[in-house]
């Protein structure tokens, strides 16, 4: 190999100096600073440095003062052209056309201490930012500065997530969660609600359960437990016998229970665990039987029970009457009354006529039964007696009482 070595080449005014030929390669020592480097198609002004490669192989463009590995200076874009030679099929842009380095907007701007600028186009009303993946777009901020994750335009019932710049969000999934919120370690609020820059309650976790609660001294909230929803104070902690449920003219509609309500305390003594409405056919019966009886249509009945407490009213009128024997019942009570002999119940009649002896005064309930023994007496201080078949009338429209009365039933 022959070696040359001069201070300096100058070709003759209006000729080229060429160095190789066509498949020979030209190699730069390791170390040899390239300053001055001018050609058609590299820079035009050949009054200024073009392209310089220090001894660390940083190259500077625009500049022989290089800052960095690669330092680009002047105006103008950048382009990185991938596949094209005429810039078409361009994939990365840096254009700091329209800024200045006294502080303007640049379409992208890096550096230590300053803000990152991306710009679709500074002078387009409705251009947009897009992220694409695998061809599709991942996410884009529309030109009103909405971000859209899985969306091309704002639309609330398609799946993504919206996030518009008036604050508003939307997150919207296809048979699954739309948002999961997650406090980890410590028990305490997970979602907060404010108005106007003040706190009013919140969402959270206490002991393995969720509760609802407002941050107002006072206020009550819920919590959702172990088979049981309860009161609570502001902290999600339960709050007893201090919430009320409804108010005077905050009323609920209807309360539909399975089990009982407790009034005045927790024991069994307190609970209430059923009301019903409804309606019963009263009748006769004798305590021989083979009785023949036909009511009229006045004769019906009607009960309302708490508990084990049954209030019943109606009347009973026959048409006819034969057979039977010994004493006589009014019966086909709802409920069967209570077998305590202890706790005797009787039944009040406010009307009892058309009977052929004595009419009855009132009636005594029979424990473990569904009836009541008729009773009347001959005289102001007589003792109650029974009534039997001989008082009872056999025509129409006869052995009328009108009849109410409360008894206790098991």
């Known amino acids: 190999m022959s070696e040359i070595k001069v201070n300096k080449i100058t070709p003759r005014t209006g000729t080229t100096i060429t160095l190789g030929d066509s498949g020979d390669s030209l190699s730069i020592a390791s170390g040899v600073a390239l300053t001055d480097f001018t050609s058609t198609g590299i820079?035009?002004?050949?009054?200024?440095?073009?392209?310089?490669?220090?001894?660390?192989?940083?190259?500077?463009?625009?500049?022989?003062?290089?800052?960095?590995?690669?330092d680009v200076r002047?105006?103008?874009?950048?382009?990185?052209?991938?596949?094209?030679?005429?810039?078409?099929?361009?994939?990365?842009?840096?254009?700091?056309?329209?800024?200045?380095?006294?502080?303007?907007?640049?379409?992208?701007?890096?550096?230590?201490?300053?803000?990152?600028?991306?710009?679709?186009?500074?002078?387009?009303?409705?251009?947009?930012?897009?992220?694409?993946?695998?061809?599709?777009?991942?996410?884009?901020?529309?030109?009103?500065?909405?971000?859209?994750?899985?969306?091309?335009?704002?639309?609330t019932s398609s799946p993504g997530t919206i996030i518009t710049q008036s604050g508003k969000s939307y997150h919207i999934a296809t048979s699954d969660i739309a948002l999961a919120l997650d406090r980890k370690t410590t028990d305490g609020e997970i979602l907060q609600i404010r108005k106007d820059q003040t706190v009013l309650g919140g969402i959270g976790s206490n002991d393995g359960d969720v509760y609802i609660s407002s941050s107002t001294s006072g206020h009550k909230g819920l919590r959702f437990g172990n088979g049981a929803i309860v009161p609570t104070n502001t902290s999600g902690g339960t709050d007893d016998n201090a919430t009320t449920l409804g108010g005077a003219t905050q009323r609920f509609a209807n309360l539909y229970l399975g089990g009982s309500v407790y009034l005045g305390g927790t024991g069994s003594a307190n609970a209430l665990d059923d009301y019903e409405e409804g309606s019963f056919t009263p009748t006769y019966s004798t305590e021989g039987g083979g009785e023949s009886i036909t009511y009229d249509g006045i004769t019906s009945g009607s009960y309302i029970k708490v508990g084990q407490l049954v209030l019943i009213t109606g009347n009973i009128?026959?048409?006819?009457?034969?057979?039977?024997?010994?004493?006589?019942?009014?019966?086909?009570?709802?409920?069967?009354?209570?077998?305590?002999?202890?706790?005797?119940?009787?039944?009040?009649?406010?009307?009892?006529?058309?009977?052929?002896?004595?009419?009855?005064?009132?009636?005594?309930?029979?424990?473990?039964?569904?009836?009541?023994?008729?009773?009347?007496?001959?005289?102001?201080?007589?003792?109650?007696?029974?009534?039997d078949v001989s008082d009872m009338n056999t025509g129409t429209t006869k052995n009328v009482i009108y009849f109410t009365g409360v008894y206790r039933t098991s």
């Open 43 to 70: 820079d035009d002004n050949a009054t200024s440095t073009a392209l310089t490669i220090d001894s660390s192989g940083n190259i500077g463009i625009g500049t022989s003062s290089i800052n960095s590995k690669l």
């Open 74 to 155: 002047g105006t103008g874009a950048i382009t990185l052209n991938v596949g094209s030679t005429d810039g078409t099929s361009a994939r990365l842009t840096l254009d700091a056309t329209n800024g200045d380095a006294s502080g303007g907007d640049f379409p992208l701007l890096l550096s230590d201490g300053s803000d990152l600028l991306i710009e679709a186009n500074n002078s387009t009303s409705d251009a947009e930012i897009r992220f694409r993946n695998n061809g599709s777009d991942a996410m884009r901020i529309d030109s009103s500065g909405n971000v859209l994750v899985g969306q091309s335009t704002v639309s």
């Open 317 to 387: 009128r026959t048409n006819g009457w034969s057979g039977g024997s010994s004493y006589v019942y009014l019966g086909g009570f709802p409920f069967t009354v209570n077998s305590d002999e202890n706790a005797k119940s009787y039944i009040g009649f406010a009307r009892a006529n058309n009977f052929t002896g004595e009419s009855p005064l009132n009636g005594e309930c029979v424990n473990g039964g569904t009836k009541a023994f008729l009773k009347y007496r001959t005289s102001v201080s007589g003792d109650h007696q029974n009534t």
